[in-house]
């Protein structure tokens, strides 16, 4: 396996994490990142069940009655849920390091989950013009298994990446996931790939470590 050169601390957390104290956490780190007192972090976690609302959604994207809270955030992209079973993945990155280039660390972090997926056996893909990660079903429709969204602050990223392990998947019928409403949503659990967030995790760190090297 090839190593990054840079300084990447990883952190889980093995209980969720509210997502407003890990929106403040991100800021702090990101703060100290750019300053450079402190190293890069890949934060993986879960949040307890929330819709989280991005810097383009709408009221139109909510189409359910539900009991799940809504958090406006400042990531980019549209409303999303997560919940207790989804591998949320935080990556405070200096693009100041890399290439200064938002797409291009956007495409890779599609790429890390592709990878991570074909070693599971699944051809995960991504869709023209549409961010994210795709599984091809069963029923010959693409659904989506995992949601970007970043945010970037003096050239540092936030937020991040989903990756749905085994969710509650009924709790995406109250919103329009992402604002797509001809694709759906499925998980790798759905996709018949059982799986611990331990195993995939290692999976995914050996992949992003590859490619972001």
Not at 58 to 77: E, Q
Not at 159 to 174: A, M
Not at 191 to 212: A, H, Q, T, V, Y
């Amino acid at each position: 396996m090839e190593i990054s050169k840079h300084n990447i601390n990883w952190i889980i957390d093995k209980s969720p994490v509210n997502y407003e104290i890990a929106v403040s956490r991100m800021k702090n780190i990101v703060k100290k990142i750019y300053l450079g007192s402190e190293n890069e972090i890949i934060w993986l976690l879960e949040h307890p069940e929330i819709y989280t609302a991005g810097t383009s959604s709408s009221k139109t994207d909510l189409i359910g009655n539900t009991n799940i809270p809504i958090y406006k955030t400042g990531r980019g992209g549209k409303i999303t849920y997560h919940g207790p079973g989804q591998r949320v993945i935080y990556t405070m990155i200096d693009l100041r390091k890399r290439k200064r280039d938002v797409k291009i660390f956007v495409n890779k972090l599609e790429e890390t989950v592709i990878n991570s997926l074909k070693e599971l056996n699944l051809n995960a893909v991504r869709l023209p013009g549409i961010v994210g990660v795709w599984i091809e079903s069963r029923e010959k429709k693409y659904k989506k298994i995992s949601a970007v969204g970043i945010r970037v602050s003096k050239w540092v990223t936030f937020h991040g990446i989903s990756v749905n392990i085994n969710p509650n998947l009924n709790n995406y019928s109250g919103i329009i996931p992402c604002g797509i409403k001809e694709h759906g949503i499925t998980s790798l659990k759905n996709e018949g790939i059982p799986i611990s967030m331990e195993e995939f995790d290692i999976i995914f760190k050996k992949n992003f470590l590859r490619i972001f090297k």
